[in-house]
């Protein structure tokens, strides 16, 4: 059975920052490409960030050089570092790792406000 569990959101002022982890148990974590989407309230889900297998990384334009998404490995996770956090980065953030399927977790909330 495939789990991802993400933590690590929460409330946080703008210009703060913000740890999300996905642990991941029921697939072969280092052969997969590990992503982090977001859902804001009536909007559609966007891609925010993606490790692939080898190592590669791209990130949306928006959270360019404030987030940085990391895996590891033996611990079958991946991270989002968000820093320098802005009020339209608030949504739901969610897990998504891909080989041969789509795995998604359940989502966890990032509110950036004051």
């Known amino acids: 059975q495939v789990q991802l569990v993400e933590s690590g959101g929460g409330l946080v002022q703008p210009g703060g920052s913000l740890r999300l982890s996905c642990a991941a148990s029921?697939?072969?974590?280092?052969?997969?490409?590990m992503r982090w989407y977001r859902q804001a309230p009536g909007k559609e889900r966007e891609l925010v960030a993606a490790?692939?297998?080898?190592?590669?990384?791209s990130y949306l334009d928006s959270v360019k050089g404030r987030f940085t998404i990391s895996r590891d490995n033996a611990k079958n996770t991946v991270y989002l570092q968000m820093n320098s956090l802005k009020p339209e980065d608030t949504a739901v953030y969610y897990c998504n790792a891909r080989y041969s399927m789509d795995y998604w977790g359940q989502g966890t909330q990032v509110t950036v406000s004051s």
């Open positions: 029921g697939i072969i974590f280092r052969i997969n490409l």
């Open positions: 490790a692939g297998s080898d190592g590669t990384t």
